[in-house]
């Protein structure tokens, strides 16, 4: 019973496009998500996170977009870059100190 | 300024042996949490501990698995008579007393190989 989903497994991308990477949920107490980024044999790097109350927060090349309505949030990248190639992990916590609850990752593959 | 670190980074048991995993969380930070990575899937939050309290551990199976975080030293994740099931990443995280954006810094996990 998955409340955080990623439906893509994996993503490919050419270099300079934009990345889009999709999360749905289904607890409407969810507080806060974030966006964690995972390389192999290292463990994840946060990225950005929006609260609940916010529908949109950017910093840099990342940009993420919260519609409570719908229960999902998505991740923009531009432009895109071989780097960026990942495990791309949404994550969502409850109010205050609490542990994140993950989906299963999606993997970006930037081609050049 | 380091971060989380963890140790061992890949540690090998055969069944029934015990696995011990250190974490230190960043300096400062008060609040720590465990999770388990299976292959192809998602981190599963296992226990969050704060110094000498286990404030949840509602992720963490009720037998052979026990965590603590004592008041000085790091903390440590213990796996009794494991099984080749336990095999995975398990990854420590920290966090500051109130984190705004509820972000938590991870370490670079613990490789457990059951054979």
């Known amino acids: 019973d998955q409340q955080v989903k990623q439906n893509s497994p994996s993503l490919s991308v050419q270099e300079g496009r934009i990345s889009i990477l999709n999360c749905d949920y289904t607890n409407s107490m969810f507080d806060y998500f974030l966006w964690y980024k995972k390389y192999p044999a290292e463990g994840p790097t946060f990225l950005i996170s929006?609260?609940?109350?916010?529908d949109k927060n950017e910093d840099g090349r990342f940009t993420v977009f919260l519609n409570k309505s719908a229960k999902h949030l998505s991740l923009h990248i531009v432009p895109s870059q071989p780097g960026d190639s990942a495990v791309y992990f949404c994550a969502a916590s409850y109010s205050g100190n609490t542990p994140l609850v993950f989906g299963k990752g999606t993997r970006l593959s930037v081609i050049a | 300024n380091a971060g989380v670190m963890q140790n061992p980074r890949h540690l090998v048991r055969r069944r029934g042996q015990e696995a011990r995993l250190r974490c230190s969380p960043v300096?400062?930070?008060?609040?720590v949490y465990w999770y388990r990575q299976l292959p192809e899937e998602g981190l599963k939050f296992m226990v969050y501990?704060?110094?000498?309290?286990?404030?949840?551990e509602s992720g963490m199976p009720k037998e052979r698995f026990s965590a603590e975080f004592p008041k000085e030293g790091p903390s440590i994740l213990r796996i009794q008579q494991v099984v080749r099931g336990d095999s995975a990443a398990y990854f420590c995280?920290?966090?500051?007393?109130?984190?705004?954006?509820?972000?938590?810094?991870f370490g670079p996990g613990t490789r457990l190989t059951v054979l």
């Open positions: 995280a920290s966090s500051p007393l109130r984190a705004a954006s509820h972000e938590q810094f």
């Open positions: 501990l704060q110094k000498e309290n286990i404030i949840d």
């Open positions: 929006i609260s609940s109350i916010k």
């Open positions: 300096k400062g930070h008060s609040h």
